[in-house]
Nanobody, 127 residues
């Protein structure tokens, strides 16, 4: 079992920045694909960004490309989501997810490929 602890959410004005952090409880963090998803009220959970196990490649939803950056520090067992130029439409609960199961052709943006999820952290962007 892997527990994911998220932090860094809050209230920010449009154009502002926030950084989310996620720390898995297992020390084998470097072997996990890590992703961030979000869910706004009344909407389906959607993919935001992901990073490969090695940290070499990253993936972004079109809606956040150029504004959000995912990174991981395997030595600190932490994955980060830096969110800049925030918009009111970014308001949602953000979930960290860890993919442990091996996939020969993982897409990285499919929620079903992730085995463990954090409790979510609220991000609210005011206009």
């Amino acid at each position: 079992q892997v527990q994911l602890v998220e932090s860094g959410g809050g209230l920010v004005q449009a154009g502002g920045s926030l950084r989310l952090s996620c720390a898995p409880s297992r020390r084998t963090f470097s072997s996990y694909a890590m992703g961030w998803f979000r869910q706004a009220p009344g909407k389906e959970r959607e993919f935001v960004t992901a990073i490969r196990e090695s940290g070499g490649s990253t993936y972004y939803a079109d809606s956040v490309k150029g504004r959000f950056t995912i990174s991981r520090d395997n030595a600190k067992n932490t994955v980060y989501l830096q969110m800049n130029s925030l918009k009111p439409e970014d308001t949602a609960v953000y979930y960290c997810a860890a993919g442990v199961t091996y996939y020969s052709s993982r897409t990285y943006y499919t929620a079903g490929e992730y085995d463990y999820w954090g409790q979510g952290t609220q991000v609210t962007v005011s206009s």
